[in-house]
């Protein structure tokens, strides 16, 4: 499977974006979902996750109550709803899929960037 993630950009502390992950490929309704970010000078660390049926989720403290994962099988996408940004989630946030049963995301998009401003 091929992801390309779309959606970040530029905006203010306490904003809001909407990441999209488009996939390309069959049986996309068959990976689990996961975020990732990356900020400046740090590790990649886990965002959230949603299994193939989207009927599971999993977030990072860090996110929780602020972000929500979803997915739409029917459009292959998978997205992350950020609210309440801030400062400290600038970084450059990456899809990633995986099979049920597979330890590690096997498959990453190119990655898009969140620039949070204060």
């Known amino acids: 499977v091929q992801l390309q993630a779309s959606g970040g950009g530029l905006v203010q502390a306490g904003g809001s974006l909407r990441l999209s992950c488009a996939a390309s490929g069959r049986a996309f309704s068959s990976y689990i979902m996961g975020w990732f970010r990356q900020a400046p000078g740090k590790e990649r660390e886990f965002v959230a996750t949603?299994?193939?049926?989207?009927?599971?989720?999993n977030y990072a403290d860090s996110v929780k109550g602020r972000v929500t994962i979803s997915r739409d099988n029917a459009k292959n996408t998978v997205y992350l709803q950020m609210n309440s940004l801030k400062p400290e989630d600038t970084a450059v946030y990456f899809c990633?899929?995986?099979?049920?049963?597979?330890?590690?995301?096997?498959?990453w998009g190119q990655g898009t960037l969140v620039t949070v401003s204060s």
């Open positions: 949603i299994s193939w049926s989207g009927g599971s989720t």
């Open positions: 990633a899929a995986r099979l049920s049963g597979m330890g590690e995301y096997a498959y």
